[in-house]
Every structure is written in C-alpha cells, then in structure tokens.
C-alpha cells in the first residue's frame, strides 16, 4: 500500500510538473517594439549642409531629415533652355536654377509663396545684401497687426524673415517687393509658405549669393 501512494504521487507529481512545462510553453514574452533605422544621409550633404560659425550670426546646420533631400543643392542638367547666367525659379517644382554655360545648372530647393501671394515674370536682381534689415510691406503690417513694432525695419540676425542674405528683384527698374532670401526654418523647404518671397536654406542663399552677381536676369515661372 505504501508504494501504491509513493507510485500515485509521483504520477500526480509529475503530471504538475508537464502541466506547468505546458503552460510556459504558451506563454510568450513580448519582444520591445523597434524604430526602423532611418538611411544615413550622404556625408557629402552633411558636409555641404554644415554650421557656419564664422558668420557675423554663427548659422546652424539645418535638420536635413526635415528636408526632402531631392531639394538638397546639386548640379543637373539644365532643363531650362535659359542663357547662361540666368536665375529660373520654378514654383510648380520647388526649385530655383542658376544656368551655366555647360549644360548644367545648379539646383537649389526652395520655399515659396502662398496661393494668392505669388509674383511671376522676368525681372533682374537689382541689389544684395548681407545681413539684410527687414521692412514689412505696409499692406503685409495690415494683414498681420502684431508686426507694427517692425514698420522701421528689424535688425538682422538669425529670426529676422531675410536669413543671412538677400537678392532683391526689380521689374523694369522698379522694386517689386520680392526677395530671394535665407532661413532658418528648414522644414519649409519645398512648401509654400512665404508672402510670396523665394526662400533658402541659408547656407544655400551664401553659395548662390556668391555666385550671382548684381544685375542677372531672372525668370519665374
């Protein structure tokens, strides 16, 4: 009798112990949720991209990850049939082409203007500055009351609406109000946004400030 309950014991026994095998054969431990590795952006970009600190305003590289990079700076062939020389600014594109005598242009993303604050035509850059002062429109201060403080012009300076550059656009010999210009706002890139100005990432209004000299025709379409 006493190894009928030893045998019946061991059976209970073990039947616990399969049972308790079984049951964490069920039982799954939730693996961490993972973030999808981001491509690495092409250092060439980084590089192109990077701070400037030596600027009377030290400029901050732009978070290219807000940026599509087909809006980064890059020669293309030129799909614009213009002469050499010639600044073309495509809104329907997103893009402003510096035309050069190759072949080529150089391909800059850009910000424009929102629906009803759109210019287009054929003009020339009349000035540049750096470092510009930016005077509000008086129409502009109308629809945007809370710019009253800067009708005499803000200074310069990394949020003032101009960046570290500015070219200004002049149709037969008059001041058109429209700018090519800097900014630090890189998520505005490729989107329209402005009253109506053609913004850059202002390490890109440097490189084509550079490059532009005064009176270069300029086409916008």
């Not at 710019?147 to 949020?159: A, S, T, V, Y």
Request: proline letters at 10%; one cysteine or more; a neutral charge.
């Amino acid at each position: 009798m006493t190894k009928s309950l030893l045998s019946r014991r061991a059976f209970m026994l073990g039947g616990v112990s399969a049972g308790g095998l079984a049951l964490a054969g069920c039982t799954t431990t939730p693996k961490p949720a993972t973030t999808p590795a981001l491509p690495p952006i092409d250092p060439a970009y980084v590089r192109m991209y990077a701070p400037i600190p030596e600027e009377r305003f030290p400029i901050p590289a732009p978070n290219l990850r807000k940026i599509d990079p087909s809006f980064y700076r890059r020669v293309v062939k030129d799909p614009t049939g213009e002469r050499p020389g010639t600044l073309v600014v495509n809104t329907g594109e997103r893009a402003l082409y510096l035309v050069r005598d190759d072949g080529t242009a150089l391909r800059y993303g850009i910000g424009i203007g929102r629906a009803g604050f759109e210019w287009s035509g054929r003009a020339m850059i009349a000035a540049k500055r750096q470092w510009p002062t930016w005077t509000p429109p008086a129409e502009m201060i109308e629809r945007e009351p809370e710019l009253e403080e800067w009708r005499g012009g803000m200074p310069p300076g990394l949020e003032n609406p101009l960046g570290a550059r500015a070219l200004y656009i002049h149709e037969d010999g008059v001041d058109t109000l429209y700018r090519l210009h800097g900014t630090i706002e890189d998520w505005s890139i490729g989107r329209a946004v402005s009253s109506g100005c053609v913004r850059l990432l202002n390490q890109d209004v440097i490189d084509l400030y550079q490059r532009v000299p005064v009176n270069t025709p300029i086409l916008v379409v």
